[in-house]
């Protein structure tokens, strides 16, 4: 057998060996595998087959992106605080008072969500005298979809009642009015205080009406306790009460509105047990391939080589052949791959010695930068041989720019070097 044929041999058996690695295909299975597990979210039982438990309740479960359903809200109504009474009943309609808002809410849930509300106006109350001043609270709500929870998720509900229940903080200023406080400050002037921060606790209900799948019309009614400080006077009372009815917008910031998708985890049974069937089979022939390859390893070693070169006894020698991009002399990683297998050839046997030959395609460039980026090429194959381990005094390289094309009937795979072993 010549020199040539035995190489061939060689580099047909490296790839062959990379391509039949049963440790790659077992990586392949065991991935596919653990994909099939994942999925079924049951049990997984791996011996000679794989079986998956598909017993999962057929219960549609509602999915969340923390992106969706955001809303914003605007709204004016009224409001009466049920301060510390002079003469009269604290109930009186000339206390009320316009009251602004504004909200920002989210559904985590078809049933639940939150809301941060900020409030604001004026309060004017009669005790031994009209009394004013003006306030601004910021809330936050914890929301509650009764009519989703009691009757059935639907997105496009007409009519609903939302409760609500919220904790948050008031500022009070521009106290004016007779005895306009009793609290003085701390640094001993005995000074009345010009401003309040205050805790508020709020129960409500929200009756909203839809009127687009993005705009609804609300009216709210709020029952909210201050901390007795609220209006700057204090009498050992505790709490201060008031509420407020309010009506607005509410623009759901969905370009498709409110709305909530569902799974359900038996729509995918059908699929899971397709893939199991899949990786069984996956392991049936990765049986026989180990089969096949233990059979492959019992045989002699002169039988093998025998056998293989009555196979291939007329096989023309293969030229390795590095592929450049258009003016460019640079080896692609792929490439350096093939030089590695061939580098491994000439380390096994010293006598062997090899010509690099470089190309330039005829259509591009003239014909003395094609033969020095032909020259390029050759050298930078050259030089990874040689960081491989060969001997560069076993190689030499030529340019033959675009005077020779060895692809004649495809202009660009003559961007190439060619390995000539000798």
């Not at 569902?262 to 049974?269: E, L």
């Amino acid at each position: 057998m010549n020199k040539k044929r035995l190489y061939l041999l060689y580099f047909i058996k490296h790839k062959i060996s990379l391509l039949t690695n049963p440790l790659m295909i077992m990586k392949r299975i065991l991935c596919m595998a653990v994909i099939a597990s994942a999925l079924a979210c049951g049990s997984v039982q791996a011996q000679e087959t794989t079986s998956v438990d598909m017993d999962v309740p057929c219960t549609e479960m509602y999915t969340h992106d923390w992106k969706k359903n955001w809303y914003l809200q605007l709204s004016a109504g009224g409001q009466m605080f049920y301060f510390e009474k002079g003469y009269d009943s604290n109930f009186d309609l000339n206390k009320t008072t316009g009251v602004y808002g504004l909200g920002l809410g989210h559904w985590f849930s078809p049933y639940f969500g939150y809301r941060f509300n900020v409030l604001g106006g004026a309060v004017h109350y009669d005790n031994f005298g009209w009394k004013k001043f003006k306030n601004v609270n910021l809330n936050i709500d914890l929301t509650w979809d009764m009519f989703n929870t009691l009757g059935g998720v639907n997105d496009k509900r007409v009519f609903s009642i939302v409760p609500y229940i919220g904790l948050g903080t008031a500022y009070a200023w521009d106290y004016d009015g007779v005895s306009a406080g009793n609290i003085s400050g701390k640094d001993n002037t005995n000074a009345i205080m010009d401003n309040q921060w205050a805790l508020v606790a709020s129960l409500g209900l929200e009756f909203r009406f839809r009127v687009h799948k993005n705009v609804d019309i609300f009216v709210d009614t709020r029952l909210k306790g201050m901390s007795e400080n609220f209006n700057n006077i204090a009498w050992g009372a505790g709490i201060e009460p008031g509420f407020s009815v309010m009506g607005g917008l509410t623009f759901n910031l969905n370009k498709e509105g409110r709305q909530f998708k569902t799974v359900n985890p038996c729509d995918y049974t059908a699929a899971i047990r397709d893939l199991n069937d899949k990786v069984n089979n996956m392991r049936r022939d990765l049986d026989e391939a180990n089969a096949k390859l233990k059979a492959c390893e019992s045989r002699k070693p002169e039988v093998q080589v025998k056998e293989v070169v009555k196979e291939v006894p007329s096989a023309p020698a293969i030229i390795p052949a590095i592929r450049f991009n258009i003016n460019s002399a640079q080896v692609s990683n792929a490439d350096k791959a093939t030089l590695y297998d061939v580098a491994e050839m000439m380390k096994k046997d010293e006598d062997v010695k090899v010509v690099i030959k470089g190309y330039a395609d005829k259509k591009t460039g003239t014909a003395d930068y094609n033969r020095r980026l032909s020259e390029k090429r050759a050298e930078n194959v050259r030089d990874i041989l040689v960081d491989y381990g060969v001997d560069e005094s076993r190689i030499s390289t030529q340019g033959l720019g675009a005077d020779e094309q060895p692809y004649s009937n495809e202009n660009k795979w003559n961007r190439v070097a060619l390995i000539i072993i000798q």
